[in-house]
């Protein structure tokens, strides 16, 4: 272990960022470097020029995910992968997925400089769609051989573009991206530094968090049938109102949660809609989604059992009738325990308000974890905003959490 | 007073009824006879044929109502109306005011064959446009003189076309609306039977309704604001979910109806709006409709008053803010006491099962009551369906309204 006189400088990742959030700025402030475009290419074709810069050997696979590596003593050792992802969503802010790059790229730079060997190869990672344009996290699904020539043939973005058209256009072969997969036993760890994009380190003013899960969480549409009748002529006790069904439910989330969720359970209605939806017509029909997350998967099996019961009882109560699709079940993960104590001795270290928590949103890490051991690294979300112009974290945090970073792989990667 | 022989033929009401229901009849089962349609204009010509046909004066209004009049001994008498109106929503079934309309006819054609003339002039009015396709009740608020030059002027239909324009190509002139008023002292009364648009009298297995009011309304539109927030970060307690809002107003109607309402509250919210709307994010924005009715203004008020409070209370509980846009506001109408004993009079003559009620929905009476005594009989609607081609009413219970129609007439124009 070196002996934690690196220090990483937020001068030059400042730099960095204010660089890379000019490629796919728009007039409205935001930046639009989606997935597989061409700002996306153009910002992977700067990365990797600052990767070369730094003395990183650069690479690209098949997934077009660009990676910088620092040579390791020892070549067959299990590498240590860093990093995160610079596509953006449609009006992003400058941070997100970013900034877990930008930070690990001063990470290897501040390592490469003091020119002490690591134990193991030390890979910086940048990986493609992350925001799921084309429906998945494409570039960290290869990488753990999660891609078949289906997905690639059936891929799509919203507005109706193939996965594949996309990449042909920028001269890339789709079909490469099934090369991408990495023997899990080449890779000794991930670790991700990202955005908490959320309210809970900006509330109570912490500079890290310790990510000791990723959230899983379902996704259900549910509909309730009543008869849709005039709202006039219809008694009060002759109705059987869909949308009062709703209002039942919305009702009992509170209990639901308290009863058989954690305090890491999160339940919302973000979508309803109504049928006919005349304001004089009692709604016939009622369709709306819930999402449910929690980081043990035992909890997220009783809370549906929950959800399940309540609909019925209030589809009895109210002669309605009920279904419900699954729209997706995704596992939680957690994080690898030696991973997370390395980040956790490396924020102490440091002298950082910092604390331990999950992730309620998904991420590579999510992904990778199906090969690898890995651990996060929040920073602080302003006011919680996130995927927007609005999104943004102190200098003060940025450089904690990329102090922290360094701190982990120095630990994790270098003899003591 | 006649001596109650008068009955009507209800083979003459069912061979009319399915005549007139051809007449924009579609290949879907439903009729299209949209006001100021070709079709409309083709029912008011077969209605004006019969009419004659059935020994009655006919003529048309400025606002194109048809009008079919039986001579009464006293030509300065205040004369009484029967009525309601034949044109449709589209898809809608054969009864809804037609039913009004050709029982009215038969009621006339049997006075006509008695050859016992009324006191007063009786006349028989189809008014136009009581569906609202230009947005009111055109043909009795011309009746009532409600119609200025700018109504005629902006009225448009749901798919942006222009009342004047649809007049001009039927060659009526919409100007001649405004000459469509009735001088309120040359109408004695207005009565209207249609059918119940509801399921009350169905589910009791009565025949008639004997409408003693009809219930006012206001609509508001209501939004709830917080904050748009990411469904898997954002912790429960640090959420200001605006749908959540509208579910906790949902919740507190009954109460609401119980403490300040009758039995002949209701109240419905019958459209819900979430922004942004997607699964995974917190609703920062929830815009609801709430439609309530009474028949008693004073509990209107205390509704919206109580309607208004829990408003406030749920925004304050969950940091909302909340706005509302009256929509309407429609005084409820008390009909008139001397034409409702006449009509429950009519009712007891003839051995129905009857109920005095009030009417829920909106009618041309509401319109004619602001300028002459007004009551209605209602028929009973199976399944509570109306407007659609699952509209339907007993061939019984249609000849029982019919003859309390007749009985009500004879008792109100004729002298004892």
Not at 17 to 40: N, P, Q, T
């Amino acid at each position: 272990m070196l002996t934690h006189e690196s220090v990483v400088s937020g001068k030059r990742i400042s730099a960095d960022l204010k660089e890379l959030a000019e490629i796919g700025r728009s007039d409205d402030g935001g930046v639009y470097r989606m997935a597989f475009s061409e700002a996306d290419m153009e910002g992977k074709d700067w990365l990797e020029a600052k990767m070369q810069e730094a003395g990183l050997e650069t690479s690209r696979d098949g997934a077009c995910n660009v990676i910088g590596r620092l040579r390791g003593r020892e070549p067959d050792a299990p590498a240590l992968l860093i990093g995160s992802h610079i596509d953006t969503v449609p009006c992003a802010g400058i941070l997100d997925g970013t900034l877990g790059v930008l930070t690990g790229l001063e990470c290897l730079r501040v390592l490469k400089q003091r020119e002490q060997v690591p134990s193991c190869d030390i890979e910086l990672i940048a990986f493609s769609d992350e925001e799921g344009r084309f429906g998945g996290m494409f570039g960290s699904q290869a990488l753990a051989g999660q891609i078949t020539p289906d997905t690639i043939h059936s891929a799509t973005d919203p507005g109706g573009e193939r996965l594949e058209d996309a990449m042909k256009a920028l001269g890339l072969d789709p079909w490469e991206a099934l090369q991408a997969r990495r023997d899990p036993q080449s890779i000794g760890g991930y670790l991700e530094l990202h955005i908490e994009q959320g309210p809970v380190l900006n509330k109570a003013e912490e500079q890290v968090g310790v990510v000791e899960a990723i959230t899983g969480l379902f996704k259900w549409t549910i509909t309730f049938s009543g008869e849709p009748n005039h709202a006039g002529t219809t008694p009060m006790p002759m109705r059987r109102d869909a949308f009062m069904g709703v209002a039942d439910f919305a009702h009992e989330v509170p209990r639901i949660l308290d009863e058989n969720g954690s305090d890491r359970s999160r339940a919302t209605i973000g979508r309803v809609e109504l049928t006919p939806g005349s304001p004089n017509t009692v709604p016939g029909e009622a369709t709306f989604t819930i999402d449910v997350r929690d980081t043990d998967e035992t909890v997220m099996n009783e809370l549906a059992g929950a959800i399940r019961k309540v609909l019925a009882a209030i589809a009895r109560r109210r002669g309605l009738r009920f279904s419900y699709q699954v729209e997706s079940w995704i596992k939680p993960v957690t994080c690898d325990a030696r991973l997370v104590e390395q980040v956790d001795a490396a924020a102490a270290a440091g002298g950082f308000r910092y604390r331990r928590m999950e992730s309620g949103a998904a991420h590579d890490a999510q992904i990778v974890a199906s090969v690898a051991p890995v651990a996060m690294i929040f920073v602080p979300s302003v006011d919680g905003k996130s995927h927007s112009p609005a999104e943004w974290t102190a200098w003060d945090d940025i450089e904690a959490g990329a102090q922290v970073m360094l701190g982990a792989v120095e630990r994790l990667a270098f003899d003591a």
